[in-house]
């Protein structure tokens, strides 16, 4: 009620006024996640404040920075000033702080969070690069191609899609380039030899890989040739990935160039360039970043190798580059989702990690499916064979994981 009266557009007769509680917000708000991390420690083991108040009272000059509130006094019991008590209010639950203290509620169709590097960053499970943690059923990746690189991801997964990017970086390293206007071969050449060259490289240290996806919506008919090939020769499943945006997905209703069909993600067969993964680009990167801010034992979780303190710095950017400003929900259950690019940042790792975990979810994982094995399925042009690893027949190219697909000839 008193956001449509104080609204003068809709009630014009009321002379309205908001006045938010934080006039301007402090400009590292980073540095407000860090400070969130100790406050909550504090909470955890009922210190009544003093983590968070001596942690404020030391870097009390970069937190304040660029802040101001309205009212100076406004100060919570045991804190120290108005503006830490207006952030911790912001912190504890951003949605209420934006009705409750700012006058600016939230439309009910906007699913907006904030996501930083530092947070994305601070998701480490401890264990070393490319160890595969225990009880996770997929090893896939994903490779998103451009004409100065191919950026690379390999994630383990569960059934319930909790993740863990495994390793990942860019072919070539930096600052080499995969390709350039003065180089003495094609673009088309460069791409080949990049992707040929890195998928045997990945096929090699992982064994267990199910699937590679690899980008093609950037140089297509180059990407559809060359998996087509390397499909032929190596054990994981060697695909091209074609991403397209939530208002374009949709799964075709014939029978016989659908394989296989997931939450978002299918695999299409099609006579002039054989099969695909196609996926919902939008919905896995709110998967991805959404991931992030999940507890990390929990279904749909994603976290990154390392010790505490290891810093994924350069990834956690790329995952961070988009911003998922509004999902509208339409009436068939369908998520229409509008995005925003920062254009200073690239997303080249955040595409590779999406694809991988497409490459997983369209064997029926998802968030909230906890433990349950999908049942076994056959299609048209597919069989089941043994466990993880099995030799598949003659004419038949095996495929790794614990499922071990291969397709028939």
Known sequence: ?????????????????????????????????????????????????????????????????????????????????????????????????????????????????????????????????????EGYQYVTAGVDVNDYALSWAVVSTRYDLNTTVIDYGRYPGEPAALWGPTAQYTLQTAITRGIQELVTVLAGRWPMLHRIAVDGNYETETVYSVCEKLDKVHKPDIITARGVGSKSYFVPNSPKSVVRAGDGVHILRQRARGRSLWFDSHRFHKLLQCGCLLPQAAAGAVSFFGQPGQQHSVIAAHICADTLESVVVRDDGREIMTWTRDETQVNDLADAVAMALAAAAVEGARPHDQNIEPKARTHRGLVRSGGGGARAPTGGSARGGNWGWHRGR
């Open 1 to 133: 009620m008193a956001d449509q009266i104080t609204d003068r557009d809709r009630m014009p007769e009321w002379r309205g006024s908001r006045f938010p509680m934080v006039v301007r917000f402090p400009d590292n708000l980073d540095a407000w996640e860090r400070y969130n991390q100790v406050r909550l420690d504090g909470i955890g083991s009922d210190d009544g404040g003093k983590a968070a108040n001596a942690y404020y009272k030391a870097h009390r000059g970069v937190l304040d920075s660029g802040g101001k509130v309205q009212w100076e006094d406004d100060v919570l019991p045991r804190r120290l000033s108005a503006l830490q008590s207006a952030m911790d209010l912001y912190l504890a639950n951003r949605r209420a702080f934006a009705s409750e203290h700012q006058q600016e509620p939230q439309d009910d169709v906007s699913r907006l969070y904030v996501l930083t590097p530092d947070m994305v960053s601070s998701r480490t499970t401890g264990t070393t690069r490319s160890e595969v943690p």
